[in-house]
């Protein structure tokens, strides 16, 4: 029995510690200037638009020749576009069409990307820019990229290289060759068709132009447009292969309807 009591102190003893521990600890983690992690803000946008429907009839009606000519059962199952295969509708989707005539076919392609970063440090719209700085630097657009073959560069560089001392300057190619080659600043109008960064499109934008040959037959030229808004990328594709080898796509239109389509998309956005 004489025990007990020093039993019972011992234990009144031990909750005393643990009651005055835990004080402790509370009070050094409420204390002014202890370290703390706030959480970066979410991205503005948190669901996509549904692709195969976020381009008007009418433009679809333009940025495809050849359509006005068909049925209205055919017009109309071309306008339905297909759906890009994706495990996550509310991070990435996408959307392409076809349409052939006699003398070219064209083909639009549109792509959603909605960016979330993972940490909690960083906020969307930073993880979403650093997205959209990789895909600028892989068009050779930003100032330490290595230039591509094809002639695309940085907004104002040359497309021409200098011609050593000494040196014979070889003649640009003209006809189909051309094609090949990396669009020239408009002639006349002061209009710079080369791959270059667009202003007052989205947060940030810009515009590739690339061409491509398939054997000795069939020249085919894609114009994207790549820009983000907040949290989310958006890319437009737009390709025509003329059916004539003497022909060759028209890189002025391929980019005015490109970036025209990427304005409404941005638009539309906005809602």
Not at 190 to 206: E, H, I, Q, W, Y
Request: hydrophobic share 35%.
């Amino acid at each position: 029995m004489a025990y007990v009591p020093g039993v019972a102190l011992l234990a009144a003893l031990a909750v005393g510690c643990s009651a005055d521990a835990g004080a402790d600890a509370s009070d050094a983690d409420s204390k002014p200037g202890g370290p703390t992690v706030t959480a970066a803000p979410p991205g503005k946008y948190r669901t996509l638009p549904a692709p195969c429907r976020a381009v008007p009839a009418n433009t679809l009606k333009d940025l495809l020749p050849g359509t006005a000519e068909l049925s209205a059962d055919q017009r109309e199952k071309v306008f339905e576009g297909t759906a890009s295969v994706t495990y996550d509708t509310d991070r990435k989707v996408g959307c392409t069409w076809k349409a052939e005539t006699p003398d070219a076919s064209r083909n639009l392609a549109i792509d959603f990307e909605r960016v979330v970063s993972y940490d909690r440090a960083v906020s969307d719209d930073d993880r979403a820019r650093d997205v959209y700085a990789r895909k600028e630097t892989a068009a050779g657009l930003s100032p330490s990229a290595t230039p591509r073959e094809d002639g695309g560069k940085g907004a104002g560089a040359s497309t021409k290289a200098a011609t050593p001392v000494g040196a014979t300057a070889t003649a640009s190619p003209t006809g189909p060759e051309a094609s090949d080659a990396a669009p020239e600043t408009g002639s006349g109008s002061g209009d710079d068709l080369r791959p270059r960064v667009l202003d007052g499109l989205g947060d940030a934008a810009f515009l590739d132009d690339r061409p491509s040959r398939e054997g000795t037959t069939a020249h085919s030229r894609t114009v994207s447009v790549v820009f983000r808004t907040s949290n989310v990328i958006v890319t437009v594709e737009y390709t025509e292969q003329p059916a004539l080898v003497t022909e060759a796509p028209d890189s002025r239109e391929l980019q005015e309807k490109a970036q025209a389509l990427a304005r409404k998309l941005a638009e539309r956005l906005s809602e």
